[in-house]
């Protein structure tokens, strides 16, 4: 369910919903997003404790603890998430005067494995970029076909994230410096990201295809049929639909693909663009990581810890697309 900034979708009525609802309007208010993917983590959160008998409404230590248990096969990414709304939504009860453990922030879990993400190769490019030109015109979705094309090649040469992506307007794109500006995305941060000329070319493509020669610049770059942005959700399914259609290994966990992936080839090109000019890696960080929109280098860091053969793997995978620092697109025609 897609939620505007100033809605929230129903919540099972109990104890503590009116609680959760002001919460949540209270961070909104602070100017932080919480939309689609945290009110679902805090409906979820909603449900359980609202299984509890709580007439004073007190979020106990039992409450909290079933709460941040991780579940069976639950990545430890996911069970840290809900451990920092639940945090938060205790420090919130207490600041309001209700009694509620508040979960001690050193207790969160960290993932011990080794991060290796999926990285595409050659063969596995081109074949999913072929299926998405194949698409089928849907009647419902007329544009269904065109819209899938130009969305994968800008997650793959520009390392977007897919909300980034989904929520760019026609005035976000600047085709006379051939740049897109994300406003205000993960941490709030705005930022200007460059694309090639093979890119520029299939957004010009694509945009008068579907607006025609002067679009109005507050509609959405990938509108959706009712005029708002496509839904993440929808899209991740269309996404991994494609993947098993290019025969893709489909399991969702960062060892296989997923829609983060192209973010992930996308940093490891570039970094290994990088190393084979004999730059220092380190110097350079902080210019990718203000390019992919990172709070700090710490995210961008953790692609040197690679294993080497990977790094090798994927440059020689994508040696034709590996000529700068914003590679260039398999396809130039939609």
């Known amino acids: ?12 009525e109990g104890p503590f919903t009116a609680l959760i609802k002001d919460f949540i309007h209270y961070k909104r208010s602070c100017g932080l997003s919480y939309s689609d993917s945290a009110v679902y983590v805090l409906r979820k959160i909603c449900g ?33 998430r809900r451990i920092t709304y639940i945090r938060q ?3 919130y009860l207490h600041l309001k005067g209700y009694t509620a453990y508040i979960y ?15 990285l595409f190769s050659d063969h596995e490019i081109t074949k999913i970029m072929d299926i998405a030109d194949s698409l089928p015109e849907i009647r419902v979705y007329p544009q269904y076909h065109m819209v899938y094309p130009v969305l994968l090649r800008l997650l793959y040469s520009c390392g977007l994230r897919l909300s980034e992506a989904l929520h760019l307007r026609v005035k976000d794109y600047d085709p006379l410096n051939k740049s897109i500006l ?21 957004l010009a493509v694509y945009l008068k295809s579907r607006f025609g020669s002067c679009p109005e610049v507050e509609r ?7 005029g708002n942005a496509y839904n993440r959700g929808s899209v991740r399914i269309t996404i991994y639909s494609i993947f098993k259609k290019a ?35 380190y ?17 961008t860091e953790r692609y040197l810890w690679l294993p080497a053969f990977r790094m090798s793997e994927i440059a020689n995978a994508n040696n034709y697309l590996v000529e700068g620092m914003i590679p260039e697109v398999p396809h130039d025609e939609t």
């Not at 039992?62 to 096969?73: A, G, H, L, T």
């Not at 205000?184 to 520029?200: Q, Y």
């Not at 960062?254 to 084979?276: T, Y």
């Not at 210019?287 to 700090?296: D, F, P």
Request: hydrophobic letters at 35%.
């Open 247 to 281: 025969g893709l290994p489909y399991k969702i966990d960062e060892h296989h693909p997923n829609v983060h992936s192209f973010r992930h080839n996308f940093a490891v090109r570039a970094m290994e663009k990088m190393r084979s000019e004999g730059m220092d890696l």
């Open 182 to 202: 994300i406003n205000k995305s993960k941490n709030l941060k705005s930022r200007l990201v460059p694309i090639s000329e093979s890119m520029a070319h299939v």
């Open 104 to 118: 001690p922030e050193c207790s969160i879990n960290k993932e011990e494995k080794t991060f290796v993400p999926y």
């Open 283 to 299: 110097c350079t960080l902080p210019i990718l990581a203000e390019y992919l929109g990172h709070k700090g280098i710490r995210e």
């Open 48 to 80: 359980l404790i609202n299984q509890y008998p709580a007439e004073n409404k007190e979020l106990s230590q039992e409450m909290v603890f079933k709460i941040v248990e991780k579940r069976p096969n639950e990545r430890y990414s996911t069970q840290s």
């Open 220 to 226: 959405y770059i990938f509108e959706a049929p009712d």
């Open 89 to 91: 939504f205790a420090i």
């Open 1 to 12: 369910m897609r939620i505007k900034s100033d809605e929230l979708p129903i919540f099972e």
